[in-house]
């Protein structure tokens, strides 16, 4: 301790004085330390941030938001709210997977009047940071993804199911295509050759978003979501095929059934449990089913034919297929457990890609006698119809109520998107455009 004489003129301070003084001095300073009365502390304001800061969707479509709060030591976080719109979730949307830092914003059915997510600081109530939303309302009759080069190259448009409203959801000088919804209608993924090779990309509904979920030198395949939407398998050719499954976000990628010949077409049951797909791990090809992280694998045809193209039934009972056990393709459908193999179809034609319709009672497919056609069958095998005689036409599609079937065609000399009824009634071109339109996919009814 170091020992200060009284210098000339000083004054000598009593015990309890210097007491006093220190006691002041330290209550300085604290408040140079930390202003006590700041929420955020050292004398700093808190602030709140969202990301992204604002969102376009479409009716039933969903965003994810993320909220950073500065100055916050105890890292308390936020909570979230919807404000700007008086009523429920079904007039103003609702909030799900909340936590102190996410939230993520479903829209409703029907398209309420502006609105905001907001994000408000726990350590600071009077702090807080609203992201606009605003919401498009989609056509009763819904919407349908295709493919068109009208642009000079293949990009994703999406329209209304009149035909109304075409718009460009992509906008790259490479090739984007095969469209694929996820079953809350939120998103759409596809494949694009934009690094040079075939990649899966996704993109919100409204366009927004646009994110390359995968990364190789190979080719990937067309993307098949989960129903959940939590992630998606797809085929990945590097010198032969294999069937894949990441996340949603492209994490967690992972190689199914690992086998040094093809594995191609993962098609989802409808629970999710697990992925159908075609092998030629036999010699020939064969419809296999595994368990959605790729074990319990079983050969449900085990014919020396070809066996291809595996189609769920809605219930999730049964898997149409085409084979070609009969000496041509027909179409084929199987119990879930390998039981039960029943021929679907009887006649000396062609047949491609079997499409159930949303009630399980009817089978959509490609016919091939002496020009492309659509038809329709029972599930029984009953009733086989021709519904088209337009062009050729293919790659059929219902609408969620069963109610209609999108289809391509080049019956105006050009590829179109065309609509039809259920019994092939009202055939139209709903995209009438000098460039090729192919590859429908209907957009789900969603949450």
């Not at 969102?55 to 709060?69: E, I, N, R």
Request: charged share 15%.
């Amino acid at each position: 301790m170091v020992a200060f004489e009284p210098q000339q003129g000083s004054i000598i301070k009593t015990p309890a004085l210097l007491r006093r003084l220190l006691f002041a001095s330290g209550l300085v300073l604290l408040a140079a330390c930390g202003d006590s009365t700041a929420p955020g502390g050292a004398g700093q304001t808190i602030s709140v941030a969202v990301v992204p800061p604002s969102a376009s969707l479409l009716t039933s479509g969903s965003q994810d938001f993320t909220a950073t709060v500065t100055n916050d030591p105890s890292n308390s976080g936020v909570t979230w709210s919807i404000t700007g719109c008086s009523g429920d979730a079904s007039v103003c949307g609702s909030l799900s997977n909340m936590t102190s830092t996410r939230a993520t914003y479903t829209a409703p059915t029907t398209a309420p009047p502006a609105l905001g997510v907001t994000a408000t600081a726990v350590k600071d109530n009077s702090k807080s940071f609203t992201a606009t939303v605003a919401i498009t309302a989609i056509a009763p009759a819904g919407q349908i993804a295709f493919t068109s080069n009208r642009d000079g190259q293949n990009e994703i448009y999406v329209m209304n199911a009149d035909g109304s409203g075409a718009g460009r959801l992509t906008n790259n000088p490479a090739n984007d295509f095969s469209p694929a919804w996820s079953l809350d209608a939120a998103k759409i993924a596809f494949v694009s050759d934009r690094d040079g090779h075939p990649e899966i990309y996704v993109i919100n509904a409204d366009g927004s978003g646009l994110a390359r979920l995968t990364n190789s030198p190979g080719s990937d395949g067309e993307p098949a979501w989960s129903p959940d939407g939590t992630k998606i398998a797809f085929d990945f050719h590097d010198g032969h095929f294999g069937i894949y499954v990441m996340n949603a976000d492209g994490s967690g990628l992972t190689r199914l059934a690992s086998n040094p010949t093809d594995d191609r077409v993962p098609a989802w049951s409808p629970d999710g449990g697990k992925i159908a797909f075609m092998s030629f791990r036999d010699g020939n090809w064969e419809i296999y089913l595994m368990h959605a992280d790729g074990t319990g694998l079983v050969n449900l045809t085990n014919n020396p034919a070809q066996d291809e193209w595996p189609a769920w039934s809605p219930d999730g009972s049964r898997i149409a297929f085409i084979t070609t056990r009969d000496g041509n393709p027909e179409i084929y459908a199987v119990n879930a457990d390998g039981s039960g193999s029943t021929r679907i179809t009887s006649n000396p034609w062609q047949y491609f890609t079997p499409v159930w319709s949303p009630d399980g009672t009817k089978i959509a497919f490609s016919g091939y006698d002496g020009s492309s056609q659509i038809y329709v069958v029972n599930a029984d095998g009953s009733n086989v119809t021709r519904l088209t005689s337009i062009g050729s036409a293919s790659s059929p599609v219902w609408s969620p109520d069963g109610s209609k079937i999108a289809f391509a065609s080049n019956g105006d000399g050009n590829g179109e998107v065309y609509l039809m009824n259920a019994d092939g009634s009202g055939v139209r071109n709903l995209t009438n455009n000098p460039a090729s339109d192919f590859g429908p996919a209907w957009r789900p009814r969603g949450p």
